[in-house]
């Protein structure tokens, strides 16, 4: 089940008596976790009716089980770092027939932190219980929904486009989301809504977004801007195969637009076969505009011929991308 499914049971007090916790989506995950706290645990009771066990011995989790909850329903038995659903080891077989036997006071919950291999003997005992949970990165919609409600909280107004904006430039993790809008909502305290001048001077580029904008650069003919924001991605540390990877993405994207308007696709169409907001797609069309079907292509040539120089040994990683850049560079001439 995913998150959505997982707060339905919660909401109906049908949840599981065992559960696994897994998936990229740290946020939505420890949000999951304290809503089952709040939703078993009656206040001022919780440390009596929680117990939290890291790489336990079966009979501690056994015993943390079956203790009685006090003044309350359940009690909450919280797994963490269980060795058994990763690397080599495999659980033990009297906590494998334990877990059909938990009882209905106990809800005894394994939170990964780490992915967890599927093919473990405790993974497929938890399944076979339908107590997987599996939190996946927000997208589309429900990402930008997050965004409003998080700025709604702190006071701030913010629509749509002006969420998609923010989600374009700091990229989809939803713990960096949620900084970015603690520090934007706190720098204006005298308005109540949100701009995209706002997003602009004050949230914090990801990769994606600063490879963008240095095709922009690029196909704006803005060398030293397309370089300087080269260099500065650089001294943050980032690697110079993962930009190329990055900008070598970039002008796939752009080469799929170009094949699609030949096809003479329609914008929904478009948006819809590279899964993209509204705002983010006229971004795309303005830079794809620069070029010639057959211009993205070369880009794209460039790119690949680069990373497989690199990583074959026939070139220096250091000054291939910049290289790379150079010959893009020629390539961006309005039609």
């Given at each position: 089940m995913n998150h959505t499914d997982f707060n339905a049971l919660l909401k109906k007090n049908t949840v599981p008596s065992v559960l696994l916790f897994e998936g990229e989506e740290e946020y939505l995950k420890k949000k999951a976790l304290m809503d089952l706290r709040?939703?078993?645990?009656?206040?001022?009771?919780?440390?009596?009716?929680?117990?939290?066990?890291?790489?336990?011995?079966?009979?501690?989790?056994?015993?943390?089980?079956?203790?009685?909850?006090?003044?309350?329903?359940?009690?909450?038995?919280?797994?963490?770092?269980?060795?058994s659903l990763s690397g080599r080891a495999e659980a033990d077989e009297k906590l494998l027939d334990y877990l059909p036997k938990v009882p209905q006071t106990a809800v005894l919950l394994f939170f990964c932190g780490e992915k967890p291999d599927g093919r473990k003997k405790l993974y497929a005992a938890v399944k076979k219980l339908n107590g997987i949970v599996t939190f996946s990165p927000m997208k589309d919609r429900e990402l930008t929904a997050f965004v409003i409600n998080a700025f709604r909280e702190q006071g701030k107004e913010c629509n749509e486009r002006t969420a998609e904006y923010l989600i374009f430039t700091s990229g989809t993790d939803s713990n960096q989301l949620l900084a970015e809008v603690n520090k934007i909502a706190s720098h204006n305290l005298a308005t109540s809504s949100v701009t995209p001048e706002e997003v602009t001077a004050l949230a914090t580029p990801s990769l994606e977004c600063t490879v963008f904008q240095m095709v922009d650069a690029v196909v704006s003919r803005q060398n030293n801007r397309a370089f300087s924001l080269l260099q500065s991605q650089l001294l943050l540390g980032s690697d110079r195969l993962y930009i190329l990877a990055m900008l070598l993405r970039q002008f796939r994207?752009?080469?799929?637009?170009?094949?699609?308007?030949?096809?003479?696709?329609?914008?929904?169409?478009?948006?819809?076969?590279?899964?993209?907001?509204?705002?983010?797609?006229?971004?795309?069309?303005?830079?794809?505009?620069?070029?010639t079907g057959g211009q993205v292509k070369q880009a794209v040539k460039i790119c690949f011929d680069t990373e497989y120089a690199v990583k074959s040994g026939k070139l220096n990683q250091d000054g291939a991308l910049e290289a790379a850049i150079l010959k893009i560079l020629n390539l961006a001439v309005r039609e």
């Open positions: 709040a939703a078993l645990l009656p206040a001022g009771m919780e440390e009596l009716n929680e117990t939290t066990l890291t790489a336990p011995a079966p009979d501690e989790i056994v015993a943390a089980a079956e203790t009685l909850p006090f003044m309350a329903d359940r009690r909450l038995i919280v797994v963490r770092d269980e060795k994207l752009l080469q799929h637009i170009k094949i699609m308007q030949y096809e003479k696709r329609s914008r929904e169409e478009i948006r819809g076969a590279l899964g993209v907001p509204s705002f983010a797609l006229d971004q795309y069309l303005r830079q794809a505009s620069f070029y």
